[in-house]
């Protein structure tokens, strides 16, 4: 590795199962987690032999995308601190795993909510580390092309199958952007596309402010650690702004 410091870019599998709900098995222990890191660096070299040259950590769990989805990327900046404290002497072959004792992380920022889950969607977060150069290289790689081309294989596929012992349809490589996009797209099908203009204003650029006019009435506006409510009446719309917000980890405050 060069002695330029370290960066990362940031990526997550997008796993979607058969059926909704809670998984039966949220977290992989360590066993289980270095099994699942050693298979998911294979699916990326095939894919991107440049990764070679970079290191890869990720964690044994199944997440809501709203968990990942949160001011200051919480889920990666876990992954990036316990690589920190663990990488250089724990890392075998380039691949630090983070697994869960007894359903705990080392950093309690990666424990799953459960209260979250619920979609048949769900998201295993992983990142690349190295000098700034080759992250800079392989970055802008990924951005461009690992929507288009980052289909998981079939054996890392029925890997994840038997590690996480839930039935899956498709198992997809996307970048931090990528999965915004997806909830951009979701969102506003689901008619909660004004709720979204405020979640990615949060994470993309959390020091702007941001107003948005709901469809049914009243506003929401981003005061850069906070939202706040403004003619909003009726309580169970508020509520549900709420409860959104509050999955990605966003305060609603009624002005």
Do not use: K
């Not at 294989?153 to 996480?164: H, M, P, S, T």
């Not at 939202?227 to 917000?245: K, M, S």
């Amino acid at each position: 590795m060069s002695d330029t410091a370290p960066l990362h870019c940031t990526a997550a599998l997008a796993i979607e199962c058969e059926l909704a709900g809670a998984p039966p098995r949220p977290t992989l222990d360590r066993a289980q987690a270095e099994r699942y890191g050693d298979a998911l660096a294979a699916d990326l070299l095939r894919l991107f032999p440049e990764v070679a040259e970079l290191d890869l950590v990720c964690a044994g769990a199944l997440y809501d995308q709203a968990q990942l989805l949160r001011p200051g990327w919480p889920l990666h900046a876990a992954l990036a601190g316990l690589d920190a404290r663990f990488g250089s002497r724990e890392r075998s072959a380039r691949v630090l795993a983070i697994g869960a004792h007894e359903g705990h992380f080392p950093d309690a920022a990666l424990d799953p909510d459960p209260r979250l889950y619920g979609s048949a969607m769900l998201v295993m977060p992983w990142l690349l580390r190295g000098d700034a150069e080759r992250i800079a290289t392989t970055g802008s790689l990924l951005e461009r092309e690992l929507l288009d081309r980052g289909m998981a294989g079939a054996d890392f596929a029925l890997n994840l199958r038997e590690l996480l012992g839930v039935p899956i349809r498709h198992v997809r490589h996307l970048t931090a952007f990528d999965l915004c996009a997806l909830a951009c797209a979701q969102y506003e099908h689901a008619g909660l596309g004004a709720l979204w203009q405020i979640v990615e204003t949060a994470l993309l650029a959390p020091g702007r402010e941001q107003t948005v006019d709901l469809a049914d009435g009243g506003r929401l506006h981003w005061r850069g650690d906070h939202v706040e409510a403004e003619d909003l009446r009726d309580p169970r719309r508020l509520a549900q702004c709420a409860a959104i917000l509050g999955a990605h980890g966003l305060e609603l405050r009624d002005a």
